[in-house]
């Protein structure tokens, strides 16, 4: 299982940061931003090969599932 911040997110936002600077704002003006997006991923495979089994109920929740 893994629960961590969506990478697409994060690269949009230093997008955003990116053409902030580019257009004439200084770095020390801009807020520190947290992520607010994440993703839980969970690999199925591995779980099975350890001899867990994974409710319905986690499985639904899950953004990912890897077989």
């Known amino acids: 299982m893994s629960y961590a911040t969506d990478l697409v997110d994060v690269y ?13 704002v200084r770095p020390s003006d801009l807020p520190v931003v947290q992520s607010t997006k ?9 779980a099975k090969a ?4 994974i409710s319905a109920g986690v499985l639904s929740i899950a953004d990912e599932v890897i077989e």
Do not use: C, S, W
Not at 38 to 46: Q, Y
Not at 50 to 53: A, F, I
């Open 12 to 24: 949009r936002q230093a997008g955003i940061y990116a053409g902030k600077i580019l257009g004439g």
């Open 38 to 46: 994440f993703e839980f991923v969970l690999n199925l495979k591995t």
């Open 50 to 53: 350890l001899g867990l089994n």
